[in-house]
T-cell receptor, first 114, second 110 residues
Framework: DVKVTQSSRYLVKRTGEKVFLECVQD?????MFWYRQDPGLGLRLIYF???????EKGDIPEGYSVSREKKERFSLILESASTNQTSMYLC?????????????FGPGTRLTVL | DQQVKQNSPSLSVQEGRISILNCDYT??????FLWYKKYPAEGPTFLIS?????DKNEDGRFTVFLNKSAKHLSLHIVPSQPGDSAVYFC?????????FGKGTHLIIQP
């Protein structure tokens, strides 16, 4: 059974704070992804990584960075949190190239920036 | 430009009846399609998928139909159950990741 875990379910931060969201998967998947989900906008890809130390920008990378030092762990970093980054953040992983392989999602982190 | 569209933000169906969720796409290069189900405050869970070489895939109460010429896919749930109430996301794939629709909120009425 694939397991993707995220470090926090709920997080409240202040504007300007640096925020770290951690994601860990236990299935030795090469690919990992960070999305945000907002009402009426669906899931939007922020960044993804297909290997350790590799990263690619998704559709909305502005204001975010990522880190992948180990295969099982993918971190999303908000360098200076802003109120428009209040959202549900979802991490996912998949085995091969994202083309034909199912992505498995973590439970999500609901981030509120005040 | 939205490449994957779910035109119905919500759908209400009576328990026991068929639920049909629709999805349209514009990119003819998409070759793999998935449906995810999402409960509030949880991550999406994979439901069912279909490759572009097929036109139908079944898994229990869930069937996905693909009409490539119309660039349309649909998810049928028969019979609908209360636990099916959730947001359903359609996703399409080609090489570099998944493109998601905005979701349809399915409400199963008792």
């Amino acid at each position: 059974d694939v397991k993707v875990t995220q470090s926090s379910r709920y997080l409240v931060k202040r504007t300007g704070e640096k925020v770290f969201l951690e994601c860990v998967q236990d299935m030795d998947h090469e690919n990992m992804f960070w999305y945000r989900q907002d009402p009426g906008l669906g899931l939007r890809l922020i960044y993804f990584s297909y290997d350790v130390k590799m990263k690619e920008k998704g559709d909305i990378p502005e204001g975010y960075s990522v880190s992948r030092e180990k295969k099982e762990r993918f971190s999303l970093i908000l360098e200076s949190a802003s109120t428009n980054q209040t959202s549900m953040y979802l991490c996912a992983s998949s085995l091969q190239g994202a083309g034909t392989d199912t992505q498995y999602f973590g439970p999500g982190t609901r981030l509120t920036v005040l | 430009d939205q490449q994957v569209k779910q035109n119905s933000p919500s759908l209400s169906v009576q328990e026991g009846r068929i639920s049909i969720l629709n999805c349209d796409y514009t990119n003819s290069m998409f070759d793999y399609f998935l449906w995810y189900k999402k409960y509030p405050a949880e991550g999406p869970t994979f439901l069912i998928s279909i490759s572009s070489i097929k036109d139908k895939n079944e898994d229990g109460r869930f069937t996905v139909f693909l009409n490539k010429s119309a660039k349309h896919l649909s998810l049928h749930i028969v019979p609908s159950q209360p636990g099916d109430s959730a947001v359903y996301f359609c996703a399409a794939s080609f090489a570099d990741g998944l493109t998601f629709g905005k979701g349809t909120h399915l409400i199963i009425q008792p």
